[in-house]
């Protein structure tokens, strides 16, 4: 199978976002937003696509993933990153909450009920001890069309990463998976992660089963 990867354009913006909610079902079988959506009338895709085109996406930007195309040229995968050193680490902010409700048209009443159930999760401000991370280039959203799993093709997006990641200067690349996924564990693992956080369920009021932080050292040339 031949495989390419490319950086993603405006137009793989549904796509994105398609693979941005796969990404996050496995272990808990929901997404991060899905809870907070709930009465609003936005699907959680719907959503990802719209932090997207409102540049409100925090943990990556549109610019900022990479896709993997299939012998088709078609999209078959994503990955996103984001930077350590941002000083709110939340999936999205209050400013890129603004634009995001702003577009979706959402009256008052349904964005402050958003909000509200949005921060009682991620708090009020982005600094809480279980959105550090070690590493300082983060991936994130990572995600394989369902046909074309089992055949290693997670990795070329890492490796892509990895090389962006050196060529800015960054020293470490790093990468979150959730508690209990051995499956990204160990493969991150064969690429040279090695896991220096864990938080469990007590960090997320026992709403989540906690997450683990691998990072990857970059050898010096």
Do not use: C
Not at 201 to 212: C, N, W
């Amino acid at each position: 199978m031949s495989i390419s990867v490319r950086p993603a354009v405006v137009s793989d913006h549904r796509f994105l976002a398609e693979m941005m909610y796969e990404s996050m079902l496995p272990v808990v079988g929901h997404g991060m937003f899905d809870a907070a959506l709930e009465g609003t009338g936005v699907d959680p895709v719907s959503f990802h696509e719209a932090l997207l085109l409102n540049e409100a996406s925090n943990w990556g930007q549109l610019d900022s993933f990479f896709i993997l195309e299939d012998d088709d040229g078609a999209p078959g995968g994503v990955m996103g990153a984001y930077f350590a050193n941002q000083p709110d680490l939340r999936p999205l902010t209050a400013e890129g909450f603004e634009r995001v409700a702003a577009n979706l048209n959402w009256s008052k009443e349904t964005a402050q009920g958003f909000w509200r159930k949005y921060v009682s999760f991620f708090g009020f401000f982005g600094t809480a001890p279980q959105l550090q991370h070690p590493g300082e280039y983060l991936l994130e959203f990572g995600a394989v069309r369902a046909d074309l799993r089992g055949r290693l093709l997670y990795r070329h997006m890492v490796k892509a990463h990895i090389e962006r990641a050196k060529a800015r200067g960054y020293k470490s690349v790093g990468s979150t998976g959730v508690a209990g996924n051995l499956v990204v564990e160990r493969a991150m693992g064969r690429l040279g992660f090695e896991v220096r956080a864990r938080f469990g369920p007590e960090y997320y009021r026992g709403l989540f089963p906690g997450m683990v932080r691998l990072v990857y050292d970059i050898p010096e040339d």
